[in-house]
Each structure stands twice: as C-alpha cells, then as structure tokens.
C-alpha cells in the first residue's frame, strides 16, 4: 500500500516512492526539527520484544547463494538508497528546514570489532551520507550505524532507540557506530610518506606517469609542472569524451582545453 494511515494512527509510506514522501511531509503540522531514517534497519524485532525472521537478515554462515545475494542487495536498496534520495527530495523541493538535519541509520554496515559486518548491503548510506551533505549544504547529515541484530528484546530496542536519538539531536561528530553500550567514532592518523632522496627515479626522464582527470584544473596544471621540470612521458585521462572533426576546431577555438589535444 501507498502513503496512508495505520490503525495506530500512525502514516505509512512506501520508502522508495517520492510521492508518499512528500504526502508525508505534506500532512505535517510542523516541519520536523530533525528527521531519522531508519529503514533500512532488518525488523529484528517489534516494540512488545517479540523477534520475527529479519527480511533482510544477517547472511547464512557460510554466505547466500549468489542468486539471493543479488537479491539481498536490491531489496537493501529499494529500503536504503532509493528510499533516503526520495526522502531528501521531498525535504528539499518543500523548502523543509529540519534544522536538526536527516540521520541515517544502518544495521552491521561497518566492521568495527572484526567480526560485526554483518549487513554491507547497506554500506552504500555511508558514502551517500557525505554526497548529500556536499550538494546540500543546509542539511545536515548524520550517519548512525547501530548492532540491530541485538534488539530482539523490548530493551534493546528501547536502548537502540536510545542510542539512535542520541546522536541526532546532539553534537554531530561524523559517522558514529554503537556497539553494545558503547559508542565508536571514525578517525584518522597520521602517515608521513618518507621523502624519495631522488625524485628523478619516480618521475624522471624515460618514465610514464599517468594522471587522472588530468584535463581539470588540478590536473592539468601538475601535468605542465611534471613536463617543464621532469621530462617524463604523460597519461592524461579524463572521463568526458573528446571532441572530434568540425565540432574539435571550434571547441579548440572556444578555448576548449580537451579539444587541443
């Protein structure tokens, strides 16, 4: 069924249809301050703690067959990606401020403790989260990945629940993972690259170096830099196509830096 309402009085959408989230949205009184998706989350278990058989359950030990693996995948996101871009989209052609920003929330998308990747078909969120942010600068995402599989009781979906509200309405500090009753951030360290004694032997004279987007700005210009000081030959790639014939002399003409070439 489409956008409706529950028996609970509850609204029920279809997570990857951008009608039923803009009906959504549309029988809000209020914009929301924030807005949890939570889909893509396997029903390990329903709010009186009785478990059912998750939909999109963990693997069998020794992994799906590749037919149901595929499967698996495509149902991940009809729930996880289809369904956040519909939902951003009706955030954004509303004009919804949810100054709080939207939180994603994934089951067992990341390997934190070595052995807790258990649902990677829904680690695409993760690097949607930071593209969404990137061509949204007025929403806010967050990136919540929670051990879903563990609330199969009416407290650990209480504490789940917890843990998920924790992080979208207070500081943002980047993708989060909670794991039991503890709660991982993502960073980074430091690694200095030892500086070659010669940098003849790396980009010398008689050696190739390929570079690629090497037709962009950043490209180009290491590329002129690596001509004028090395000598070395050059692979320039670039994922647009080359003009050819009449249409490459007037690009070239036009200032066309693909088309001189």
């Known amino acids: ?13 279809r997570p990857d249809h951008l009608g039923d989230h803009t009906d ?6 209020i914009d929301p301050r924030t807005v949890v998706h939570a889909f893509s989350l396997p029903a390990t278990a329903q709010a009186t703690g009785a478990a059912r058989a998750p939909e999109n359950g963990p693997a069998p030990e020794n992994g799906p067959a590749p037919d149901e693996a595929v499967a698996r995948f495509d149902r991940a996101q009809a729930h996880g990606y289809h369904s956040v871009i519909a939902l951003v989209r009706a ?32 680690s695409g969120l993760h690097g949607l989260a930071a593209v969404l942010a990137q061509e949204n600068p007025g929403l806010l995402c967050r990136l919540v990945d929670v051990d879903a599989d563990g609330a199969a009781t009416t407290s650990g979906f209480t504490d789940l629940a917890t843990q998920v509200l924790t992080d ?10 909670w794991r039991g009753h503890r709660r991982w951030v993502r960073c980074y360290d430091q690694h200095r690259l030892p500086v070659p004694q010669n940098l003849a032997d790396l980009v010398g004279p008689g050696r190739t170096v390929l570079i690629t987007g090497g037709l962009g700005n950043v490209g180009f210009g290491m590329a002129r830099h690596l001509a004028a000081t090395q000598g070395c030959r050059l692979v320039l790639t670039t994922r647009s196509a080359l003009p050819s014939g009449p249409a490459a002399v007037a690009a070239a003409a036009a200032g066309d830096r693909a088309a001189g070439y």
């Open 1 to 13: 069924p489409g956008f409706g309402r529950a028996p609970d009085g509850g609204l029920t959408v």
């Open 24 to 29: 959504l949205l549309r029988h809000l009184v």
């Open 91 to 122: 955030l954004t052609e509303r004009g919804s401020s949810a100054a709080g920003g939207i939180t994603l929330v994934t089951g067992g998308a990341v390997d934190v403790l070595g052995a807790d990747l258990t649902h990677p078909e829904q």
């Open 168 to 177: 979208a309405v207070g500081e943002h500090t980047g993708p989060v993972a």
